[in-house]
């Protein structure tokens, strides 16, 4: 294993793309009532996990007030609910659509 070289010397302008590490987990559980396979209920639940480059984070700190940041997320026709961090993120009901989730981060939260 390398030696890291510390965080890599990031600016970030008002319409750069910000890089990020997602990582989507989903669990599937399945809940039986006795031997009858057709009351069988199926709940899946899905969690996002963000995580954003060292230097982006210095980024935010260093330059109050930072530029807004929001992400899409598309295919959203099946989901039934979201439960977002209500301290960091809210939807943005303006720029989301039918299968679209956008959303927007609180900047002086993050």
């Known amino acids: 294993v390398g030696s890291s070289r510390g965080p890599s010397p990031l600016t970030i302008g008002m ?3 910000v890089p990020l590490a997602l990582a989507f987990t989903e669990t599937i559980n399945a809940y039986f009532r006795g ?11 899905g969690n996002l996990m963000m995580s954003f ?19 899409r997320i598309r295919n959203t026709s099946k989901w039934e609910e979201v439960i977002a961090n209500s ?3 809210s939807k943005n009901t303006t720029q989301s659509s039918p299968g679209i989730h956008t959303y927007e981060f609180n900047m002086s939260n993050l």
């Not at 031997?35 to 639940?45: E, Q, S």
Request: hydrophobic fraction near 45%; aromatic fraction near 6%; charge should be neutral.
């Open 15 to 17: 319409a750069d793309i």
């Open 35 to 45: 031997h009858d396979a057709t009351k069988c209920v199926v709940r899946t639940v």
């Open 53 to 71: 480059p060292a230097g982006v984070v210095r980024v935010f700190t260093e330059n109050p007030p930072p530029a807004l940041l929001s992400f």
């Open 87 to 89: 301290s960091i993120l």
